[in-house]
């Protein structure tokens, strides 16, 4: 299939073009003040669009200039967004749980002229920071109102003005400067064009037409839980307004607060991370389990495993597909198992899109089995999100799919995956030394580790810098190890240790909800933590998930031994970066008693 046509203009213009063209087609779903979806014509949407930037020119901010947003994901940070771009006015994302050095970082070495805020903790935490910004001019305020205020600034800007602007923007113009998550060092700015975003947007929209389309009749929407901060999340953004896909914002990734508002809103497909996938599995379980139908259930999920895995190699020609046996199972469990599983995320979702990190195999199976194609992808900020993805109608399981249309991946001698496509990143903002040691004649050299089969199908292997040697000489990539243990309910994070050691070891910290469910089950109480991970039955538990994990490598890159603790990594300790990765030297230095006890 082509790629997607090049791009013309700027990303603002689709706000305007769709308003002249369906003035009433709903663009997005909004919460009211009593957490009620009202819609959001294209007419009203752009109406908004043109009069906050009138505001934003009332308020000084001119073509090229940087403003930096500061927020969970909200329909407001959609609107300054397009705001912006229809100045030409560059937006710079920042995490919303950022530390004030982190902020300082950002907005200094951006020049930011103006920041967008939440509320007021983000504004103080600016504020903190604010005496060695000189160039920062304006502070807007969210739950402050800032939107009316800017709006009602902009009354008197003409709308020409605003116009002028916006047909300015080329292809070329840069749209956002997207700083990297930086599990090491500083974080780079990557400066993303408007024509990197529409190309993405376009092709991922084109070449995956069954999941932005899902089926005739059902108009297509999601619901959108992923950071805006992060680039898979404007990706998602920009491609559901320019593909006319209804869209809605949820600023909680807790199954909490997510699962009611995909019941209500009922988007017919979702774009996640895999540890959404992974919740909404283990929630789904435990649920069974606490209403005396975990047998049943795990029976469900078996079937739907073999079900798409005989699915899977009828599709590449290995298998003649389910047998008659296991159609009727997967018939039944279809109206007693799946259907409600489906039904708990709205009942209208058949597809899903997956990127950010490795997905078990076996989860992407029972997803499928159970009705939903998972299509999981593989990209970087410095590709504007996905790279590659699994094509419709031929998901390989495992792997992170075929390159997109338009885009090439090389393999080289090192095993490093190179990429090469118009969605890739013009540069690091003011940082040429390092745009140039990732950037080699438009191929961007990832970092990651991976092989292509036959098929073109890339599978990714770990990180170049994360490969651990032990003091024997054994190179281990420690992703996969990692994804296997943490493919245990009882399991939130594992890291894998070993460098210049004489065996392979791992950390592990637990998932609490799941803990706490784990416990009720057998009839027990809470524990304090300092009980919790010297519980031996815990501890069973654990070992087998090692174990599990140790079947798939040998036994020189096995994990001989580990230690679960008592906390979970976190953000706010540095231990994570805002896309959830591991911070791997500042775990092991957070750590280093306990990881020196694995080896004494």
Not at 194 to 210: G, I
Request: aromatic fraction near 8%.
């Amino acid at each position: 299939m082509a790629a997607a046509r090049r791009p013309v203009g700027g990303l603002a213009d689709a706000v305007f073009e769709q308003a002249h063209d369906d003035p009433q087609r709903v663009s997005f779903g909004r919460k009211d003040a009593d957490g009620q979806w009202q819609d959001v014509t294209a007419e009203t949407f752009r109406d908004e669009v043109l009069a906050l930037a009138r505001g934003l020119v009332a308020h000084g901010i001119r073509f090229g200039d940087r403003v930096a947003l500061m927020s969970r994901t909200r329909y407001e940070w959609t609107l300054f967004d397009f705001a912006l771009w229809t100045l030409g006015a560059q937006s710079v994302p920042v995490y919303p749980t950022s530390s004030a050095e982190q902020v300082l970082w950002m907005l200094h070495d951006a020049e930011v002229a103006a920041i967008m805020v939440e509320h007021e903790d983000h504004a103080m935490t600016v504020g903190s920071v604010i005496d060695r910004l000189p160039r920062l001019k304006r502070l807007w305020q969210l739950d402050g109102d800032a939107v009316a205020e800017l709006m009602e600034a902009g009354a008197r800007i003409d709308d020409e003005v605003v116009h002028r602007h916006r047909r300015a923007v080329t292809p070329d113009s840069v749209a956002t400067v997207v700083y990297t998550s930086g599990t090491t060092g500083r974080p780079k700015g990557c400066l993303i064009t408007h024509a990197n975003l529409m190309f993405e947007a376009d092709t991922m929209a084109q070449r995956w037409e069954p999941v932005f389309r899902s089926r005739p009749g059902d108009e297509p929407s999601t619901l959108l839980f992923l950071p805006l901060a992060h680039v898979f999340g404007r990706m998602v953004e920009v491609a559901s307004l320019r593909n006319r896909v209804t869209l809605a914002h949820q600023p909680e990734l807790s199954a909490g607060a997510l699962m009611p508002d995909l019941e209500s809103f009922r988007p017919t497909f979702v774009l996640a991370v895999p540890y959404i996938f992974e919740k909404l599995f283990h929630g789904a379980r435990r649920r069974a389990e606490a209403e005396g139908r975990i047998g049943p259930f795990d029976k469900a999920a078996e079937v739907a495993v073999r079900y798409a895995e005989a699915m899977e190699q009828r599709t590449f020609g290995t298998g003649p597909g389910p047998s008659p046996g296991l159609r009727v199972q997967h018939q039944f469990f279809d109206k007693v198992v799946y259907k409600k599983f489906r039904d708990a995320m709205g009942g209208r979702i058949r597809h899903a899109m997956s990127g950010g990190s490795g997905m078990e195999r076996r989860l992407g199976l029972f997803f499928a089995g159970a009705g939903i194609e998972i299509y999981e992808g593989y990209g970087l900020t410095e590709t504007t999100a996905a790279a590659t993805g699994n094509p419709p109608g031929r998901v390989r399981y495992g792997t992170v799919g075929q390159p997109i249309p338009g885009t090439t991946v090389h393999i080289a001698e090192d095993g490093e995956v190179w990429v090469h496509g118009d969605q890739v990143f013009a540069s690091y903002l003011g940082n040429p030394e390092a745009t140039a040691a990732v950037l080699h004649d438009g191929w961007l050299a990832t970092g990651d580790l991976g092989a292509l089969d036959e098929d073109g199908y890339l599978t990714i292997t770990g990180r170049k810098k994360e490969i651990l040697v032990t003091s024997g000489g054994k190179s281990v990539s420690p992703v996969g190890l990692e994804e296997r243990v943490r493919a245990h309910p009882l399991v939130a994070q594992c890291i894998v240790v070993g460098n210049d050691r004489p065996y392979i070891a791992a950390l592990v910290t637990l998932d609490q909800e799941a803990v706490d469910h784990w416990l009720a089950m057998q009839g027990r109480g809470p524990l304090p933590p300092a009980e919790l991970v010297r519980d031996p039955d815990l501890e069973m538990e654990v070992r087998r998930a090692v174990v599990a994990a140790n079947t798939a490598v040998s036994q020189a890159e096995s994990i001989r031994t580990f230690r679960i603790l008592a906390h979970r990594f976190s953000e706010e300790r540095g231990l994570l970066t805002p896309s959830l990765k591991l911070r791997r030297k500042a775990i092991e230095t957070a750590y280093s008693v306990e990881v020196d006890a694995l080896y004494g």
